[in-house]
């Protein structure tokens, strides 16, 4: 730190008598001080110290001034007990007094109220206020001054107390010294920084101590013992040092923690007062003398720097240490002033006025930040220099090298024959490493540590400023004192070249013929002896490594990444593929490296090319180069070849051809082309002009047309080629039925697959006369099957099949899917048995049975199973290995359809608000349903809803025992909550009814006479004889028939032809009403027979009764008696036995139908005929033929 005094003035009254300086405020713009002289006050301009204007208004002397922090106005106190307002023109426009003469003023610097302290009190005026607050005080006020942001005011007093105030005057906080009214505080002042977390108070006693307190009081470190008595505390603007002056007769810089950094400027009375212009490194002095002194502090800039590191002096006490690369710093607090700095691989020595410090980093990485101190000199030193090694400190003094050790041993000494301007550690073993010196007089020296001769390197006529030694220590470089650079090669010492405007240079530690300079604001990069490549950078460099350049600007040591491309293009220009590599790697941009890569490819250097492609990632010119490597190896050696192969991958494709017919390759040239879609010149290669290689580039063009979306042009260059199938692609897509039938007809039949393509495409375009005309063509009938079938065609398909018989399957298996799909299941049925399906038959009527089911459909159910039973009895008849499995399908599926049949009307009955039924004939479905109930439920027939019906039908009937058990039954069942309170009432109201059923109900079987309960374990049957019941199709009334079987070895046609004869009988002369019809047999006897003359009675008296069931059988002579009217014949087909009954009441109409064979009461039957225009139970049709 140097001060430099820019003017001194000298105040005298009008009798030459000194004026005392009390007093000094700076304009907050830095243009005028503004000076507290005598009783005046002076104006002066900072700029030359020019006397604006002297300012009289005071009586006595002036004892204090301060500006405003917006510059509009000052105010000056004096020992007449007066404050005078003044503006910035100098105009005085406000006066006000105290009781006492005034000691201090200060200004708020956010509110801008003026703080005026005297002897006995303070008061506090704003130009708001018409009046001026004022507060006692029990001690003389000596300074005062406000926090940064003007909310507390503090106040140092003769008695050792600083008093801490708020806006109103109100005392918040007292901070009393321990030297009390013996250490009367002088100075006080805040930090004006705005980094500090806290307010930071300044305290200067004259118990010779400097303090510093925080807001709440708080001592901030220990009291700092001064030997003087302070007059006056100021901060720099930023708080970043302080100013002090007083009985010393000089003005210190400090550290803003109070450590002594050194005079300012020494003068020959006590120092009063010091100030620092506002945001600048000048302060203004003033002194019991008059003097009036106006310095500029300069800081020289103390650091040192090897390689990535950089370390440099801050806060004149601290010492950072930065790592170039990652911006790492670490800060090491030495709390004196740092003299030099010195730094050497792992190793940093700091000079301070009474010792040097060596540190050590504690890993030998090279990104370790950490430092400890290694070793301590205590010793002062006085050097122009400072170096450090790994074992020795290097200290140069004027034309003086000393060498030390760690610990305080001088070893050698050098002494030079000129001044000693530049020195440098180059490296080598620790303990000899060697030292570049450059002296006034143009000698270039180098020194190792363990020798004590100096070898003179060269000798120049002019001064050395700078010098660098590239990485392999052959060439040296030198900025001498007219601003020039020199480069030497140190073996020869020859002058290699020279570049003027330089005042700093540095070699590249990675590359060694390349360096930088800088002067005049530019930074210069030369690559071997090819022109310089500027570009603009201030500041100096001090070091160049890889692409990094480090330059030292003001105070800020940056890394600034330089792209090497300029010189790896001088490079490339001279084709020196591998220098360029080198220097690339140092780094350049990805186009650079592109740029390299081609170069070098064209250039045939096929391993620095394959270095650079892998830098940008280019696999395709890797592999380029991959297979040319591999053609050297097998020995192909024609360079123009490889270069042609290097242009057309480049899309040089012309000079690629040039290349390729030049070596003889005119094959390549023409695929090339081909392969680019460049035919008219392809054709300039086609050489031979053989026809197969005009095709091949006929379809190539083709291709190109189509890709190039001109399709129709691609068809016609695809059928010039010969290549229907792609011609035939491209229409059909395009839909050109034209062409495309123009096409089918002109093509050979042979041509299968062609033709196959063009009906798949007229199928697809819904031209099925044109697919039909092509199939004929090729003569395929399995494919002309399969479009009529597709198209829904089914005429033609029938057509088809009645002239290709082979083709049934393919037509009538997808007409029944068709037919199914549509709901047409009686059709489908019939055309899957036309197709000989029978098994998908019965799976699609299984199917659609259970969904009948599950949708509650039971009618139709019924009506499936009835079908899907005769489906069965179809396969039996048809396949004999199935024919037992088939038959006990029948049964069950026969059984099925009548329970459906039946649960129906039960459904519709319980659902349905109302029911058509007659209530006998919901007692009888549910009696009869219950009776084939016993043993496993179908699904979707309810018991609960069958038992629910039957009882509400016995107890309206009268058959109130059986209701009772039904709704018992009922109990034990999980009912819907919808039946639950109807069934609740019911089994509490039957209950009030006698126990027994009405004898109208009971059924009597026809065979034996027997009573019947209602409900009957066994079942259907008879009780006594084991007979099966007949009942009813519509009502379930019982019917008087009875089953018989015929005698072994009695035929059916034997047996019908029988009961055909009718013998005659004597005294038999009935009168029979025949109403038998196509569609039903009907008889009605109206007169009684007796019975006791028919063998058939006789023949059911005989074998009734035991415990068995013991069926009729009859002989012929008994079916001779029979009359046809009296017999009804159930004639299954195969392989089933027709069945026989015989009715016991002949004067009862039953009618049964011959499709399904159910019985009915004729009655019954004709009316539901009527109703649904079939029979009820298997919907055929009274028009259908028997």
């Known amino acids: 730190m140097r001060a430099v005094p820019t003017w001194i003035d000298k105040v005298h009254d009008r009798d030459k008598v000194e004026q005392c300086i009390y007093d000094i405020a700076f304009k907050p713009d830095g243009s005028q001080l503004i000076v507290a002289a005598g009783n005046r006050v002076l104006v002066y301009d900072t700029s030359d110290g020019t006397l604006i204007q002297p300012l009289k208004g005071h009586k006595d002397t002036v004892y204090c001034v301060a500006y405003a922090k917006d510059g509009k106005r000052f105010a000056s106190g004096s020992a007449d007990k007066s404050i005078i307002i003044w503006t910035s023109k100098l105009e005085g426009i406000l006066k006000y007094t105290h009781n006492d003469s005034i000691q201090c003023v200060s200004y708020n610097p956010v509110t801008h109220q003026l703080a005026s302290c005297s002897s006995g009190d303070f008061g506090l005026w704003s130009p708001e206020q018409k009046s001026v607050n004022k507060h006692k005080v029990s001690s003389k006020i000596t300074c005062c001054g406000w926090t940064n942001d003007g909310q507390y005011l503090a106040l140092g007093m003769m008695n050792g107390v600083v008093s801490i105030r708020n806006k109103n005057g109100e005392e918040k906080v007292k901070i009393e010294r321990p030297g009390g009214s013996s250490s009367p505080i002088w100075s006080i002042a805040w930090n004006p920084s705005k980094d500090e977390h806290n307010d930071i108070l300044a305290v200067a006693d004259w118990g010779q101590r400097l303090s510093f307190y925080q807001l709440s009081g708080k001592q901030i470190g220990k009291d700092r013992l001064l ?24 003005a210190s810089l400090y550290t803003k923690d109070g450590v002594r950094l050194g005079p300012i400027s020494e003068q020959n009375s006590w120092v009063w007062t010091c100030r620092v212009k506002p945001d600048s490194n000048y302060v203004v002095v003033g002194c019991q003398d008059g003097t009036i ?27 950072i240490v930065q790592h170039l690369i990652t911006e790492q710093k670490v800060r090491i607090k030495c709390r004196e002033l740092v003299k030099k700095i010195a730094i050497y691989r792992n190793r940093l020595a700091i000079q301070l006025p009474e010792k040097i410090l060596i540190y050590e980093c504690y890993t030998d990485d090279s990104s370790d930040m950490h430092y400890r101190v290694k070793e301590k000199i205590s010793r002062r030193f006085e050097c122009n220099l400072l170096v450090v090694c790994s074992r020795h400190l290097i200290l140069c003094q004027e034309k003086r090298l000393q060498c030390l050790s760690f610990t305080n041993v001088k070893e050698r000494e050098w002494l030079m024959e000129s001044l000693i301007r530049y020195i440098k550690v180059i490296g080598g073993p620790p303990g000899r490493e060697g030292l570049l010196v450059g002296l006034k007089n143009g000698s270039i020296l180098k020194i190792f540590v363990d020798n004590p001769f100096a070898i003179t390197l060269l000798k120049q006529s002019t001064s050395v400023r700078c010098l660098d030694m590239s990485a392999t220590r052959s060439k040296l470089a030198v900025v001498d004192e007219h601003n020039t650079c020199l480069v030497y090669d140190i073996h020869t010492k020859e002058l290699l070249f020279q570049e003027p405007n330089a005042n700093s240079v540095a070699w590249n530690t990675q590359c060694e013929d390349m360096l930088c300079f800088s002067g005049n604001g530019y930074l210069n990069i030369k ?79 096929f391993d620095t090319a394959k270095k650079a492609f892998i830098r940008v990632r280019d696999l395709r010119y890797l592999e380029l180069i991959s297979s040319i490597e591999e053609r050297k190896k097998r020995g192909e050696s024609n360079s123009e070849l490889f270069l042609a192969d290097v242009f057309a991958y480049q899309g040089k494709f012309h000079e690629a051809a040039k290349l390729y017919r ?13 392969d680019l879609r460049m035919f008219e010149y392809a054709k300039d290669y086609l050489g031979s002009a053989d026809p197969k ?58 041509e299968r697959e062609p033709l196959s393509r063009c009906a798949a495409f007229f199928k697809q375009l819904n031209h ?70 029978q098994a998908e038959a019965v799976r699609v009527l299984e199917q659609l049975t259970h969904n009948a089911v599950v949708e509650s459909r039971f009618n139709d159910a019924s009506y499936y199973y009835w079908m899907l039973a005769m489906q069965c009895l179809d396969i039996a008849r048809d396949n004999e290995d199935k024919k037992e499995e088939m038959l006990k399908k029948f049964h069950r599926f026969q059984m099925l359809a009548e329970l459906y049949h039946v649960y129906h009307s039960i459904h519709r009955y319980t659902e349905d608000p109302f029911s058509s039924h007659m209530p006998e004939t919901l007692f009888n479905i549910s009696r009869f349903l219950l009776h084939h109930l016993t043993k496993d439920v179908p699904l979707g027939i309810s018991k609960v809803n069958t038992l629910y019906t039957l009882a509400k039908q016995s107890k309206h009937l009268g058959a109130y025992k059986l209701a009772r058990y039904a709704y018992e039954r009922l109990q034990g069942l999980r009912i819907h909550p919808r039946l639950q309170e109807a069934m609740q009432l019911g089994s509490l109201t039957v209950r009030s009814k006698p126990f027994h059923d009405s004898e109208d109900l009971v059924p009597m079987c026809f065979r034996c006479s027997t009573n019947n309960p209602l409900l009957n374990n066994l079942g259907n049957v008879c009780i006594n004889c084991r007979q099966p019941f007949i009942c009813s199709a519509s009502s379930y009334e019982v019917l008087p028939l009875v089953e018989f079987y015929l005698e ?139």
Not at 588 to 603: I, M, N
């Open 768 to 837: 099925h006369g044109y697919a039909s005309e092509t199939y004929t063509k090729m003569g395929d009938l399995k494919a002309l099957a399969q479009l009529h079938v597709d198209a829904r065609h089914w005429d033609e398909a029938f057509t088809l099949v009645d002239k290709h018989p082979e083709l049934r399957d393919d037509v009538y298996v997808p007409y029944a899917q068709w037919l199914a799909e549509n709901d047409r299941f009686e059709e489908a049925q019939k055309a899957f048995h036309r197709a000989g399906r």
């Open 662 to 674: 030049r070596c003889g390759y005119d094959n390549r040239a023409l695929s090339m082309y081909t």
């Open 293 to 319: 002194a106006f310095f500029q502090l300069i800081f020289s800039t103390v650091h040192g720097l090897y390689k990535d590191r950089y370390a440099y002096r801050d806060s004149m006490t601290d010492v």
């Open 1048 to 1186: 072994e070895g009695i035929t059916d046609e034997e047996a019908v032809s029988l009961i055909d004869l009718e013998a005659p009988q004597t005294d038999r002369n009935s009168r029979w009403h025949n109403m038998s019809s196509g569609e039903s047999q009907s008889l009605k006897l109206e007169d009684s027979v007796d019975e006791s003359e028919d063998p058939f009675t006789a023949k059911l008296s005989f074998e009734q009764g035991g415990s068995e069931f013991v069926p009729v059988v009859v002989s012929k002579s008994v079916l001779m008696s029979m009359s046809r009217r009296d017999v009804l014949i159930k004639r299954w087909p195969r392989p089933l036995r027709w069945q026989y009954y015989r009715s016991l009441l002949p004067d009862v109409s039953i009618t049964m139908c011959p499709s399904c064979f159910q019985m009915f009461h004729s009655e019954e039957y004709e009316l539901l005929v009527l109703q649904h225009n079939c029979c009820p139970y298997c919907r055929r049709s009274i028009d259908e033929p028997n």
């Open 693 to 750: 290689d005009t095709r091949v580039l006929m379809s190539k063009q083709a291709d190109w047309a189509r890709s190039s979306k001109e399709p129709r042009a691609a068809a016609e260059m695809y059928l010039s080629a010969g290549e229907h199938l792609k011609a035939i692609n491209i229409i059909g897509e395009h839909g050109w039925v034209d062409m495309l039938i123009d096409l089918a007809r002109k093509l050979d039949k042979a």
């Open 527 to 605: 690559a071997s002896n090819f022109p310089v490549h500027q570009q603009k950078l201030q500041g100096f460099v001090v070091g160049y490594n890889g692409s990094k350049i480090f330059c030292l600007h003001v105070y800020s040591m940056a890394a600034v990444e330089v792209p090497q491309s300029a010189p790896m293009y001088q490079y490339l220009e001279r084709r020196m593929f591998k220098e360029a590599y080198q220097i690339a790697c140092l780094g350049v941009t990805d186009s650079d490296w592109r740029d390299l890569a081609t170069e070098a490819l064209e250039g045939l250097d």
């Open 227 to 250: 030997n003087y008595d302070p007059c006056c505390v100021s901060y720099f603007s930023k708080g970043e040092y302080i100013v002090m002056g007083g009985s010393d007769k000089q």
